[in-house]
């Protein structure tokens, strides 16, 4: 017992000797006004606040509010500063990661002053939101605040900001409830801001209470922030999604949420995969059994650590990205002989015996799949950093003979490289590359894998003549933060940053006969290769290949076989083959009756046939087992629409709408619905919503434009496109720019 309250005593005689020492941020009000009463604050903040958005909308453009709907004095944020004297592990942890950094970090700085500067400080309040909450709700973000000194600038996302959210709405950038911070929350709900390190320490249950909410655990949680979109206020236009990572988490098999995923995988998390357990080093007072839950949020910020010389942080961000996240397959090969005749389909590669002679034409299909992500690759802002293939074909002695995907001597990537990445047009079609979002107008290109599914590039390229021996093909998934154009204009100057390889794989290729390998027990399965490429096939729009690459997969795997059934049934479903279909689903459910996502496609299939009845019995079958499969809610909304059965269909629409508030077609169907029932003023509020969320027709030509004018993009726009390759010379490539490195 002495032992115990001799620590507390010493934890708190440590913050008291930060507070002396002037380190403690806040041991003081800012200006005179910035501690007034809770009253009398929101007043002192209205003299000189800018309400462009409305009285009524303090925060606007954000989503973000408080449980008063007014502004919060920064004092009452505590600096992270004071978190440190009691979480000895975590906050060095945090002032590492991105969350720490997300205000002063150049490469968003130098963003948000552009906003200001060719706009006004009012509209990066759609930002601050999630930049630096404190800003926006103590009213900084203005012409003329009436404070200037600002210490939480350097805090970003602070502890006290993340653990001070009470609620959230599902609508992203800054969809959350801020309550007034409070150290203590005892038993009868009183909460106590100002609480000393002792009182702390005699009360952790009511520390707890104030700050450990079941909520912080919950994906809808990180969602608040990690679920963006451009709103009319910041743009003048319209509604423009930007990313939504929350909700391709709760449609992936990963939330457990939906029977649609072609893979079943065991319930994670934003917080079981970000915040991993790991070993406690400085007796964190939050330890338990030595171990600490990780606040790195280690992700796919590999620039911020580099920028900053964090080498603990870049040495779990780059081990993260490469532990098994994404998987690369040489899967197939395509042989055109020299001397004309039918092309070969040789799959999987190593697993066929098939001759190559010098002169063959060679087509390799690689195939990328996003194996341990609960969301798409790359998520969030695809339009400023990397993701791409390298590919390369070597001779025997590692000479390189062909390649795509690499970095140019002026740091820029190949512009013809497999990339994954989404394209922003201004209104004058030119691409906006600097991340300028509130002038884009047209996304002709967004391109991702999402979880669980797969994609395939092809190469194409001919056997050197006077080529000996073998070849070797690699193809790597690399991954960069971010685009060279980007992070030269942020920094003001030209610096090569991380690039991770994220996943390799290779194969050799003997100029003569080649025999089939024997099966790497430690290897990805056929079956399960077979099935990552009949999913990319299915995507691109490649449904008969499709189909019978899932065939080959239910013959090679029993357990699996009610699902290659399933998915065999939905490539033909995409070409009209239903009664094909029905059979392959029923033959599914004969083995395994309990298959909803078979269940589901049955009930499409029924209501195809007009079988309406038994339609709605399947889908109902699958949202009593799925409450929260959006796509089976709106199966039931539009069964229930065609029977005229209008409040069931409205409760199905406003289900979804729980979910995603910004869902697209359920608003369309909740004005459609309002109008037959003669609730004309809702109507009119759903027609609003919709008409601002809906695709703006009048863009396609600018989007035609923009792709007409960049072949290397508008290509990658086709479902379907091959990769020719040229010779390679080494003045193709920067030298010395090595795949990962760490800091000097």
């Known amino acids: 017992m002495y032992r115990r309250f001799a620590k507390r005593y010493l934890i708190a005689a440590i913050f008291a000797a930060f507070v002396v020492g002037g380190l403690y941020m806040y041991s003081g009000t800012v200006v005179t006004g910035q501690s007034a009463s809770v009253e009398d604050y929101p007043k002192w903040i209205s003299e000189t606040y800018d309400y462009r958005f409305g009285h009524d909308k303090p925060f606007a453009p954000s989503n973000a509010t ?3 709907g007014t502004f919060i004095s920064a004092d009452k944020f505590t600096s992270a500063a004071r978190c440190a004297t009691c979480h000895t592990d975590i906050h060095p942890q945090w002032r590492q990661s991105a969350h720490a950094n997300s205000f002063r970090e150049p490469f968003y700085t130098k963003n948000v002053n552009d906003l200001i500067q060719q706009r006004n400080i009012a509209f990066t309040r759609h930002c601050e939101a999630c930049h630096n ?8 973000l203005t012409d003329k605040p009436q404070f200037k000194d600002r210490p939480f600038d350097q805090d970003g996302v602070s502890c006290i900001v993340c653990h001070s959210i009470k609620s959230v709405n599902g609508r992203g950038v800054g969809g959350y409830t801020m309550a007034e911070p409070a150290l203590l929350q005892k038993e009868n709900g009183q909460r106590i801001a100002n609480a000393t390190d002792e009182e702390i320490l005699e009360d952790i249950p009511s520390h707890k209470r104030a700050l450990m909410s079941d909520l912080l655990k919950k994906p809808e949680f990180c969602a608040a922030c990690h679920k963006s979109q451009v709103p009319v206020e910041l743009n003048d236009y319209k509604f423009l999604r930007a990313f939504a990572v929350g909700d391709e988490l709760q449609m992936s098999s990963f939330s457990k949420e939906s029977p649609h995923p072609f893979y079943v995988r065991n319930k994670e998390s934003c917080s079981s995969c970000h915040m991993n357990k790991v070993e406690a080093k400085f007796s964190d007072i939050a330890a338990k059994n030595g171990l600490i839950t990780s606040h790195r949020f280690v992700a796919a910020n590999t620039a911020v650590p580099t920028f900053y010389g964090y080498k603990e942080q870049l ?17 197939a090969m395509r042989r055109q002989p ?6 070969e389909f040789i799959a999987p590669i190593n697993r066929q015996n098939f001759r190559l002679d010098k002169g063959d034409t060679i087509t390799a299909d690689v195939v990328v799949t996003n194996k341990n992500i609960g969301h798409s690759f790359p998520p969030e802002l695809r339009d400023f950093y990397e993701a791409y293939i390298e590919f390369t074909v070597t001779d025997g002695a590692g000479k390189p003979l062909f390649k795509s995907g690499f970095i140019k001597p002026d740091g820029y990537l190949d512009e013809y490289a497999h990339n994954y990445k989404t394209y922003l047009v201004e209104q004058n079609g030119n691409g906006n590359e600097l991340h300028h979002i509130w002038k884009t107008r047209v996304i002709p290109q967004n391109l991702a894998i999402p979880s669980g599914k797969s994609d395939v590039a092809r190469y194409r390229f001919s056997v050197p003549t006077d080529l000996d021996g073998n070849i070797k093909i690699t193809a790597k998934l690399q991954y960069r933060r971010f685009t060279r154009i980007f992070s030269d204009y942020a920094l003001g100057k030209s610096l090569d940053y991380p690039i991770v390889t994220m996943a390799t794989a290779q194969r050799s290729l003997n100029i003569g006969e080649n025999k089939a390998e024997q099966a790497d027990p430690k290897g990805m399965a056929d079956w399960r290769r077979w099935n990552n490429y009949g999913i990319a096939l299915l995507d691109q729009g490649q449904y008969a290949a ?40 029923d033959a599914a459910l004969v083995l395994d009756p309990t298959n909803y996502r078979a269940i589901f496609q049955r009930g499409r299939i029924n209501r195809v046939e007009s079988k309406l009845a038994e339609a709605e019995a399947d889908f109902k079958k699958v949202n009593a087992a799925y409450p929260r499969d959006r796509v089976t809610l709106q199966q039931l909304g539009e069964l229930a629409k065609i029977r005229d059965d209008y409040p069931a269909a409205i409760g199905y ?8 508030p910004e869902d697209v077609g359920s608003h369309y169907n909740m004005m459609l619905l309002y109008r037959k029932t003669g609730m004309k003023d809702e109507a009119a509020q759903e027609e609003k919503i919709f008409l601002d969320l809906k695709t703006d027709p009048r863009t396609t030509a600018l989007a035609a434009d923009f792709l007409q004018k960049n072949q290397d993009v508008a290509r990658r726009s086709l479902p379907y496109y091959v990769n020719d390759l040229k010779p390679y010379s080494p003045e193709f490539e920067k030298p010395g720019y090595m795949a990962v490195f760490g800091l000097k």
């Open 653 to 660: 629409f406003n289900q979804i709408l729980a979910i995603d």
């Open 133 to 140: 909450p404190t800003a926006l709700f103590s009213g900084a």
């Open 338 to 343: 020299k001397s004309g005749g039918i092309e």
């Open 546 to 585: 499709a189909a019978e690459a899932f065939s080959i997969v239910a013959g090679l795997d029993e357990k699996y076989r009610p699902f290659a059934l399933t998915n065999r049934a939905l490539a033909l479903m995409d070409i009209d083959e239903w009664a094909e279909a029905r059979k392959l689903i």
């Open 315 to 331: 040495d779990a961000t780059e081990a993260f990205l490469k532990d098994d996240k994404l998987g690369i397959d040489i899967f």
């Open 66 to 68: 408080t449980t008063t």
